[in-house]
């Protein structure tokens, strides 16, 4: 079946330390999106990518990274310049035709905490 | 970048009652897209509604409907016969041509029996 998978599922943080959260669709999709969620909040747009080998910045980029070396791939690093990672990080993946309605696919997910 | 406001933090409606939730959105594009996605507390996100803004007619989906105002650039949510099932967080959304999409900061539905 065709979809958008994230792992790991709950992700622990050492102070100092770099982590990765992985994103990987196999629905042919150009647009990969990263979102932030804190409890009881909305999703704030971290980075966001319409083809391979690019990607903007959102609104809350700063101490994360990321990298867009394949079409499947969309890996999010969360620097030790991020003060306060603990949250809940959604991938998604769309179509980018120009004229588009499609929708956002989501991955299910991953609970980043810090120890 | 364009922003997406949901002024209502928490709404609650009557089983088998009609409840409207509220979502305004700032953008100078005169091309875009609209959605509405639900939340459930599995935290999985669930598309229920969207709208391209050049059509003029409001999007329905059964029970799901919407209030496209593209001059008061509003748009709005209108669940009728609301179900216990309907309880979630209520997601607002604007996708700009680029494909950059912001969502609103949501609206929690409760539903009473």
């Known amino acids: 079946d065709g979809g958008i998978t994230q792992s790991p599922k709950y992700l622990f943080r050492k102070e100092g330390q770099n982590v990765t959260l992985s994103c990987e669709q196999n629905?042919?999709?150009?647009?990969m999106y990263w979102y932030r969620q804190d409890p009881g909040q909305g999703l704030r747009l971290i980075y966001y990518?319409?083809?391979?080998?690019?990607?903007q910045k959102g609104d809350i980029a700063e101490g994360y990274s990321v990298s867009r070396e394949k079409k499947e791939s969309f890996p999010l690093t969360v620097t030790s310049a991020q003060k306060n990672p603990t949250a809940f990080y959604l991938c998604?993946?769309?179509?980018?035709?120009?004229?588009?309605?499609?929708?956002?696919?989501f991955g299910s997910g991953t609970q980043l905490s810090v120890l | 970048a364009q922003t997406v406001t949901q002024s209502q933090p928490e709404m609650s409606v009557q089983e088998a009652e009609t409840v409207t939730l509220s979502c305004t959105y700032d953008?100078?594009?005169?091309?875009?897209?609209l959605f509405w996605y639900k939340q459930p507390p599995s935290r999985q996100m669930i598309l229920v509604i969207r709208?391209?803004?050049?059509?003029?007619q409001n999007a329905t989906e059964n029970r799901f409907s919407v209030n496209f105002q593209k001059a008061a650039k509003s748009f709005s949510l209108k669940i009728s016969d609301s179900q216990l099932g309907d309880a979630a967080m209520y997601f607002c959304?604007?996708?700009?041509?680029?494909?950059?999409?912001?969502f609103g900061a949501g609206t929690r539905l409760t539903v009473k029996p």
């Open positions: 953008t100078s594009e005169s091309d875009y897209y």
């Open positions: 629905l042919n999709h150009d647009a």
């Open positions: 998604a993946s769309s179509t980018r035709r120009t004229g588009s309605v499609e929708k956002l696919f």
């Open positions: 959304a604007y996708r700009s041509n680029n494909n950059d999409m912001r």
């Open positions: 709208q391209e803004a050049y059509k003029q």
């Open positions: 990518s319409q083809i391979v080998n690019d990607f």
